[in-house]
């Protein structure tokens, strides 16, 4: 099993360029999510989609659009990328652990907008 | 009044130390806890959930105190290899994470 996967590793967009951030999962779960993560803000939840066909907003929508293409792939657009969403995107997916659900990360993607 | 807040640190421990984590969240219906670790530039990472009776796996012991509203974790004998970010996360219908503590073990 990979786990979730995410690409591209790295990128770096000029300011008004979009760009698509994929995700992929092989473990069966039904949710998947997108977060952002900056310096001394911790995780922040961007958007949720908790079984195919729906997505959800979370705490940090604007700017961003999800599509839940089937049950294992969820991703991130950018249309229009601005300085402020220089950050790191993580993807996650979630599943039963022994003390409830729970989730499970991607290696992330470094963004960086000039 | 932030929904879930850790003990800012750094904490910066030698080999060998005992050191503890504390949280608290402030949903009173929060029903699962967690300990994640986040290594530096890396994925955060699944440590170890919170049992209401409290569990040790190793050299680390998690509590859950439901009255007080707050989460502990405690890491004994420290390691070079511990040396990360360890974030309190609480479920309460959705996972919220806290802002993380970042750990130091110096030799």
């Known amino acids: 099993n990979a786990g979730v996967t995410q690409t591209p590793k790295f990128q770096v967009l000029k300011t008004g360029q979009s760009m698509t951030l994929q995700c992929a999962q092989d473990m069966n779960h039904n949710s998947m999510y997108w977060y952002r993560q900056d310096p001394g803000m911790g995780l922040r939840l961007i958007y949720y989609s908790a079984s195919e066909g729906t997505t959800d907003k979370g705490e940090v929508p604007n700017g961003y659009n999800v599509s839940r293409l089937n049950k294992r792939e969820f991703s991130l657009r950018l249309e229009s990328a601005a300085p402020s969403q220089t950050s790191v995107y993580f993807c996650?997916?979630?599943?039963?652990?022994?003390?409830?659900?729970?989730?499970?990360f991607g290696p992330g993607t470094r963004l960086l907008v000039l | 009044r932030k929904e879930v807040e850790q003990d800012p640190g750094p904490f910066n421990v030698p080999e060998g130390a005992t050191v503890a984590f504390n949280c608290t969240y402030s949903n009173s219906a929060s029903q699962s806890f967690f300990w994640y670790r986040q290594d530096c530039r890396k994925e955060p990472k699944l440590l170890m959930s919170v049992y209401s009776s409290g569990n040790e796996d190793g050299r680390f012991t998690a509590q859950l105190n439901r009255a007080s509203q707050y989460i502990s974790l405690l890491i004994r004998d420290s390691k070079l290899s511990d040396s990360a970010t360890y974030l309190c996360v609480v479920n309460g219908g959705k996972l919220i994470f806290g802002q993380g503590t970042e750990l130091s073990v110096k030799p």
């Open positions: 996650a997916s979630s599943g039963q652990s022994g003390g409830g659900e729970t989730q499970y």
